[in-house]
């Protein structure tokens, strides 16, 4: 931290450096640590009423973690139904973060080495624009594309790809078309930004030796690249798993995200503590998928830092 410090005063100046490290730590403490202790505490609560939070019923207890394993049911068998969604959002979230990939790969590395100057900008212009509409009117969006009388329908069965029109909100095509939509650019990037660093001559250099298209990739963009990738897909995987707006407007009527059960326990339901215990599970488990994915590939925090 003291060095941090002295080489931010070596760029700034004493007073930006000051008022930066104040400005990111007020941050850091008031909207990510104190509400997330905030909602580490509720989740250990009894839900009470108002009048009863404080007095002496109001004590500790892991009443609502059990309910996610157990349910109401006092046979002690599994709630396989929220269990089933939580299950169902990660590896939902999983699909989506290994889709974004594998298109964004090509993209990031013809950004990076085939295109300079005002072409590289435009491009990523063209990427970034799209992206100046709200979240919420772009799955409205994505919503009215893939309707059953949508731009997709009326194209598949005017060019007579389909008889009668796909439900492709039931099957949920347009959430996880939406969900890799929304995301895209935080995957594409870190991976700019990783092989953009990588000199030509490496490249060229393999090329030269005999390898081809995908040897180059595999044994020299790839591996210099996997910081630039966990970055990218730990970002994708996290807002993915977290996210509601599109859940809800793009899912179908079978399909429950987790956030929805922590939205409905928060607002419809009324129990705030077994909301956060919810929320609380959510956080802890995609953390640990991360840092476990993290380690098989043996990628460390310090290099997605760099």
């Known amino acids: 931290m003291r060095d941090l410090f002295y080489d931010l005063v070596k760029r700034n100046g004493m007073a930006v450096s000051i008022y930066l490290m104040v400005a990111v730590s007020l941050w850091v403490f008031l909207l990510i640590i104190l509400p997330q202790l905030t909602m580490l505490d509720y989740s250990f609560r009894f839900n009470l009423p108002p009048g009863k939070i404080g007095g002496p ?5 892991l009443d609502q973690y059990r309910y996610f394993f157990q349910g109401s049911g006092s046979s002690g068998g599994l709630n396989t139904l929220d269990i089933g969604i939580l299950f169902k959002t990660l590896m939902s979230a999983v699909f989506v973060t290994v889709f974004d990939l594998l298109i964004c790969y090509p993209v990031a590395f013809v950004l990076a080495k085939s295109s300079t100057g005002a072409k590289a900008r435009l491009l990523v212009l063209a990427l970034i624009v ?9 799955a409205f969006a994505f919503r009215i594309l893939f309707g059953s009388t949508g731009v997709i329908n009326e194209v598949g069965m005017g060019l007579g790809l389909f008889d009668s029109p796909v439900d492709f909100i ?8 939406g969900l890799a939509y929304a995301y895209i650019l935080l995957m594409i990037f ?23 298209w995908w040897q180059v990739h595999s044994k020299v963009v790839i591996p210099y690249a996997k910081p630039g990738i966990a970055s990218g897909m730990t970002m994708v995987f996290m807002l993915t798993a977290g996210a509601l707006a599109a859940p809800q407007i793009l899912g179908g009527p079978s399909n429950l995200w987790f956030t929805q059960l922590v939205y409905q326990w928060f607002n419809s339901g009324g129990n705030w503590p077994r909301g956060s215990a919810y929320a609380m599970i959510l956080l802890v488990v995609c953390i640990a998928l991360v840092l476990l994915t993290m380690r098989i590939f043996k990628v460390s925090i310090g290099e997605i830092k760099r």
Request: glycine share 2%; aromatic share 12%.
């Open 170 to 177: 039931r099957e949920d095509v347009a959430l996880y078309a």
């Open 190 to 212: 870190p991976l700019y930004n990783a092989i953009e660093s990588l000199d030509r001559n490496q490249i060229e250099a393999a090329q030269d030796m005999g390898a081809n």
């Open 57 to 61: 019923e109001d004590v500790y207890t």
């Open 130 to 138: 799209p992206y100046w509409i709200n979240e919420i009117l772009r």
